[in-house]
């Protein structure tokens, strides 16, 4: 599977499994939130470990910057708050450092 469509895929499952729990603790959601949070939260690191790398380390730096996008898509579409340009400027450069960490030679 491409590791694009994975980063995507567990950063969608991390996201929703955190924000499940930050419905019930903070916004006061009911306790079954928690449910489909966990399994949100297990096929996260499930995708995981579908990506192409030597080092389960690597995989994760690589994956945070992707993360870091895809939470701003979510406080954007979800929340409904505008990330500003510092956020975008940040963003940006975590995507530089995942591509960095991804693709950099190895020797």
Do not use: H, Q
């Not at 297990?42 to 730096?61: D, K, M």
């Not at 945070?64 to 956020?87: F, N």
């Amino acid at each position: 599977m491409n590791t694009a469509i994975i980063y995507v895929g567990a950063a969608i499952a991390e996201i929703a499994g955190c924000f499940a729990f930050w419905g019930w603790l903070r916004l006061g959601k009911p306790v079954w939130w928690l449910a489909p949070g966990l399994l949100s939260l297990a096929l996260f690191a499930y995708l995981l470990t579908l990506v192409e790398s030597e080092a389960a380390g690597r995989a994760y730096a690589a994956y945070g910057g992707i993360y870091i996008v895809a939470s701003l898509a979510w406080l954007w579409s979800v929340e409904g708050v505008r990330p500003d340009r510092w956020d975008v400027s940040g963003a940006c450069v975590c995507l530089a450092g995942a591509a960095i960490i991804l693709w950099g030679p190895r020797g």
